[in-house]
């Protein structure tokens, strides 16, 4: 399977990865970059929203429509009070495109599953932090990065950002939940963005960045209330697969004037 580029981060991390690398590995077009070098703003569609009956058009559709990461929200009704598809889904997508996959685990036990989503194609995995997905946070994180996938944590918008304040040094992206986890189409908690604010301080205060990524309710507007907060990372549901427009809908989320 031809993998497009890495999954790589939105930023240079180390001294493996300098600015020429970064630059000549980006696949396309869809890159925007400031002066600092962190505004590659990556967006994911979520594919709950999509629609099942024809999977495969969609996938291909966002690809098309500049889509960077395909985000897949694993659900085992425990964890959440929903149930969503599992690996056999994953690895369709994964023959689907070449676009990194992003497998975010609302799940109990993530290690049980770990090794399964990273053999169907996972590029990077995101688990909970909260005791109720009841995990060893730590020895899944490693167990992710030690299988070569990017590790991400993240936390529910009633858990206070202490919780993943330890783990920031040793994990490649920290996702903020800006809606309770569980079902799309959920109202954009503006609240949460002091959680992004503090990542975001995090960054600019360490040598090494981590991805900042946001889910629930993003659209055009919550889109630039994250990025103005420090997010590098949108995943959307609902604003793309439910419009007319894919390719129109995430040059909107980017901010990106349209020209049509
Ligand atoms: C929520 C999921 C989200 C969700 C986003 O439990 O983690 O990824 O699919 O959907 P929208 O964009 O519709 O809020
Ligand atoms: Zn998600």
């Known amino acids: 399977m ?6 790589s981060s939105a930023f240079c991390f180390s001294s493996e990865c300098c600015t020429a690398v970064f630059i000549a590995t980006l696949p396309s077009l869809h890159y925007s970059f400031t002066a600092s070098l962190v505004a590659r703003i990556i967006i994911a569609p979520s594919v709950l929203a999509a629609d099942f009956s024809r999977l495969s058009d969609e996938i291909h559709r966002i690809e098309t429509a500049g889509a960077d990461w395909i ?6 009704g425990h964890f959440v009070d929903n149930i969503s598809f599992g ?6 997508v994964r023959k689907e495109t070449s676009l990194p996959l992003d497998v975010h685990l609302m799940i109990e036990h993530a290690e049980h599953y770990v090794p399964r989503f990273i053999k169907v194609g996972a590029n990077s995995i995101t688990v909970h932090v909260e005791p109720e997905a009841k995990h060893d946070v730590v020895k899944t994180l490693r167990q992710i990065r030690e299988a070569g996938c990017r590790a991400g944590l993240t936390l529910n918008p009633e858990t206070a950002f202490d919780l ?11 996702l903020v939940m800006t809606v309770h986890p569980g079902f799309g189409g959920q109202e954009f908690r503006a609240d949460q963005m002091e959680k992004v604010r503090r990542a975001a301080a995090w960054n600019k205060s360490r040598g090494r960045k981590i991805d900042i990524e946001v889910d629930g309710g993003i659209n055009d507007r919550t889109a630039r209330i994250s990025i ?7 995943v959307a549901g609902t604003s793309i697969f439910h419009s007319k427009d894919y390719a129109k809908a995430i040059r909107e989320l980017r901010g990106v004037p349209d020209v049509n």
């Open 2 to 7: 031809k993998q497009r580029g890495a999954p």
């Open 71 to 76: 985000h897949c929200d694993i659900m085992d």
């Open 87 to 92: 690996p056999d889904i994953v690895r369709f």
């Open 164 to 174: 993943v304040e330890p783990f920031l040094g040793t994990i490649d992206m920290l």
């Open 228 to 234: 103005e907060n420090g997010a590098n990372v949108l």
